[in-house]
């Protein structure tokens, strides 16, 4: 092993040139992924900040019992899928009237009797929230001889998911063809590389040396190639990051388990891309 | 030492390169295969040293035969079976000295061994005084040397040259010939392709097998005994003789 790191180093020393354009081009490749990624990630924020949003509103009769309310409010909350039941009396419902509409907070003052609804607001849990889940709590609940009226807003729902589900196919499409052209470009980039390299591979083939001590040195090149264009694509992307953060608008980065995922697929297509060169390589001689 | 049995090679699109050809060289011989270009010369050697594996017939080896050692093991033969070329393969941008020592390290010889072996080597080959120097700045015959000294160095017991002198002067022949003769003496076999019938003529006590379109045509150990220089010498026509086929090991 110790052979094989001396010479992985070796290899970046004896073509530095060469070493570095291969990283080069598999850190544009990844940088192409990485603002993607950014894009992907804050397309998914602002859709799960919509869906955050999303509640059931559960208006009441006037003179609806507090019991029978309270009943309903513990059998709403144990149905699955349900975060929180909370009660908004009549007088809550008109300070937050008041509180969001001010232009009309005369009209509210002036009011003699309080005409908005007391009310149940039910949000469902992530993962819940579907138009199915919304449709079965809305259901139990316009059941209660006490609700005047439910409403969730369905179209605007169905708008949401519509949109979530063509976000997540063009997503996944356009991530898969962003991810095969940087392997293919990591891919060339490495296979280049060795192809410099290919009388040293002959030379080591016609000496004896064992594949495995051949491939080992190239392995880890590959690894390291991988690594640093990682490493390349995280700074461009980063870059990218905070000048739309500065000079656009704001925008969230993109998760830790994320960028972990990119450099990991950095090492193994620069690993994999160098496994599959060396194979043409190591025949024939 | 090396022995071909019924060895036919054919390529898919170039046909039999190499026709039944069968023959038997014993450890410590001297021994040239000639012919003229694409006579099956270069073949022969790819197959001995199991860079290629014959379409049927059996290929053996110091203990290893073509049908029974698999690729991923073809590494062993390599380290018993060197190899020099015309165009020498060796390293550019290294000195001598790391060409010779890159066939140890990549075998994983100990670090403290390669120097000395190294210096040894290229002392034998007497490039002792141009261990530093860059390949390109040695002549055709010292790069041939350096060449020599790579494929010695993991102490092989059978040195293939294939066309080794063909790009060297008549001079540098000479000190290549001579230096194999020496390898010779200490007890290694030596298999050398040449196309150049001169060489023959002046080391007459080498063994000749001689090709002829894939076909073995003459072979000096199986030629009628004859005192006279002149018999060392193979058919120019490759039609006189029979290969040494029944010889045992």
């Known amino acids: ?285 | 030492m090396i022995k071909l049995q019924n060895v036919t090679k054919e390529y898919p699109r170039h046909g039999a390169a190499l026709k039944d050809v069968s023959f038997h060289i014993r450890k410590g011989d001297f021994a040239f295969i000639t012919g003229h270009s694409g006579s099956g010369k270069s073949t022969t050697l790819r197959l001995i040293h199991l860079a290629d594996r014959p379409s049927s017939g059996i290929v053996r080896v110091s203990g290893f035969s073509s049908e029974r050692t698999p690729a991923r093991e073809v590494w062993k033969v390599r380290r018993r079976v060197g190899m020099v070329f015309q165009d020498f393969r060796l390293l550019p941008g290294r000195t001598a000295t790391e060409n010779v020592a890159f066939a140890l390290e990549v075998t994983g010889t100990p670090a403290h061994k390669i120097k000395a072996r190294t210096q040894r080597l290229l002392s034998q080959v007497g490039l002792a005084a141009k261990a530093g120097s860059l390949i390109h700045e040695l002549s055709g015959g010292e790069q041939q040397r350096v060449a020599i000294a790579r494929a010695l160095v993991n102490d092989p017991v059978v040195l293939l040259a294939d066309e080794a002198t063909g790009n060297l002067d008549d001079r540098a022949t000479r000190g290549i010939m001579e230096l194999f003769w020496e390898i010779n003496a200490l007890g290694m076999t030596v298999l050398m392709a040449t196309h150049d019938l001169e060489l023959h003529r002046i080391y007459p006590r080498a063994r000749v097998l001689e090709l002829a379109h894939g076909q073995l045509v003459y072979d000096s150990l199986a030629a009628p005994a004859d005192p006279s220089p002149a018999s060392a010498s193979p058919s120019p026509h490759g039609t006189e003789s029979v290969a040494d086929a029944g010889r045992g090991p």
């Open chain 1, 1 to 285: 092993m110790t052979h094989a790191v001396r010479e992985a180093l070796a290899g970046f020393k004896r073509a530095p040139v060469l070493t570095g354009l291969s990283s080069a081009m598999v850190g544009l490749a990844l940088f192409v992924v990485g603002l993607f990624g950014l894009v992907a990630h804050n397309l998914r924020v602002a859709l799960t900040e919509l869906e955050d949003r999303v509640e059931i509103i559960v208006y009441l009769r006037d003179g609806s019992l507090s019991t029978e309310v309270e009943t309903a409010t513990y059998q709403l909350s144990a149905l699955p899928g349900v975060a929180e039941v909370r009660y908004v009396s009549k007088d809550s419902a008109l300070e937050t009237a008041k509180a969001e509409l001010p232009e009309f907070e005369e009209v509210f003052t002036d009011l003699s009797v309080n005409p908005l609804p007391a009310s149940l607001e039910i949000r469902l849990r992530e993962g819940f929230r579907t138009e199915t889940s919304l449709e079965r709590v809305a259901d139990v609940a316009r059941a209660y001889p006490f609700v005047e009226d439910v409403t969730y807003g369905r179209a605007w729902v169905e708008r949401l998911f519509t949109l979530r589900r063509v976000a997540a196919v063009t997503a996944g499409i356009l991530g898969a063809a962003f991810a095969a052209v940087a392997a293919l470009i990591i891919g060339t980039a490495l296979r280049i590389a060795i192809f410099a390299r290919r009388e040293e591979i002959y030379v080591m083939r016609l000496v004896g040396a064992t594949d495995g001590f051949i491939r080992r040195p190239f392995l880890l090149e590959g690894a390291i190639a991988g690594f640093l264009g990682g490493v390349l694509a995280l700074v461009l992307t980063f870059v990218v990051f905070r000048m739309v953060y500065e000079l656009l608008f704001e925008v969230s980065w993109i998760p830790l388990s994320w960028l972990m995922a990119g450099l990991a697929a950095g090492v193994v297509f620069g690993v994999l891309s160098s496994a599959l060169s060396l194979r043409r390589h190591l025949k024939g001689v």
